[in-house]
Nanobody
Framework: QVRLVESGGGLVQAGGSLRLSCAAS????????MNWYRQAPGKQRELVAT???????NYADFVKGRFTISRDNAKNTVYLQMNALKPEDTAVYYC?????WGQGTQVTVSS
């Protein structure tokens, strides 16, 4: 059974940092391109960052220079380091390999 489990969300003040984790079981994350999406209330889900299996990364313009996606193969976990957080980053964050999705983790940034 494939599971993706996000963690690390929470409440943080603007300018603060959080690191989200996406732990996988049933699949080997390094075999897939992994994505972080987010969905704010009343808005469509949007792509935040992508990490391809070779290690290349891509970021949405609204997080470039602030967020970093990475992977720990030994832990079979993908991370999203989020720095300089803004209130508009408030959303539920999801990890996915496009076949499977986690349940999401809430990030709330207060002004």
């Amino acid at each position: 059974q494939v599971r993706l489990v996000e963690s690390g969300g929470g409440l943080v003040q603007a300018g603060g940092s959080l690191r989200l984790s996406c732990a996988a079981s049933g699949i080997i994350l390094r075999d897939y391109a992994m994505n972080w999406y987010r969905q704010a209330p009343g808005k469509q889900r949007e792509l935040v960052a992508t990490l391809i299996s070779s290690g290349g990364t891509n970021y949405a313009d609204f997080v470039k220079g602030r967020f970093t996606i990475s992977r720990d193969n030994a832990k079979n976990t993908v991370y999203l380091q989020m720095n300089a957080l803004k209130p508009e980053d408030t959303a539920v964050y999801y990890c996915t390999n496009s076949l499977y999705w986690g349940q999401g983790t809430q990030v709330t940034v207060s002004s």
